[in-house]
């Protein structure tokens, strides 16, 4: 699975089997973000990351039963 980030591309996220889950957060981004504002680009990043996830279950979904 590709990682995906927040719009700012600060934190990224990865996952591997929905079991190994990956997070990198860009130098600074906590000096940077107050807690509000790096929950909420965190959210960014994982909501992009479950919904791919979904995504390429339903392909696979259809690609096998039709």
């Known amino acids: 699975m590709l990682p ?4 700012c591309g600060r934190i990224t ?8 889950w990956r997070m990198r957060i860009a130098p600074g981004t906590v000096r940077t973000l107050n807690e509000a504002q790096f929950a909420q680009q965190f959210r960014e990043a994982a909501t992009a990351l479950i919904r791919d996830q979904f995504a390429g279950i339903r392909a696979l979904r259809n690609r096998i039963y039709g």
């Open 13 to 20: 996220i990865s996952v591997r089997g929905m079991q190994s």
């Open 4 to 7: 995906r980030a927040d719009r």
